[in-house]
């Protein structure tokens, strides 16, 4: 399972809808409005579904959603 890949897929083709985008593993997803809260939930919502995880609202955080890394880190400790 590549939790960074799947994200990443996602992320361009379902939120910003270019698959041609850039984004490193480090680039800050919220902060620089790459993503906004509607898109921050949507997010959350494939999480949930394509892994199989409950992501609780007070997990909901800039620290576990801040970037694809971060959001890999926090898939992976739910998987475990």
């Not at 809808?17 to 902060?31: V, Y």
């Not at 995880?53 to 880190?73: A, G």
């Amino acid at each position: 399972m590549d939790v960074k890949r799947d994200v990443l897929i996602f992320l361009k083709k379902d939120i910003l809808e270019d698959e041609s985008i850039r984004i490193g593993e480090q680039d800050e997803l919220l902060t620089t409005g790459l993503i906004d809260s509607v898109n921050l939930i949507r997010t959350v919502r494939y999480l949930e579904k394509k892994f199989k995880i409950d992501i609780p609202f007070e997990d909901i955080t800039l620290e576990n959603f801040r970037s694809i890394h971060s959001i890999e880190y926090y898939v992976r400790g739910k998987l475990n």
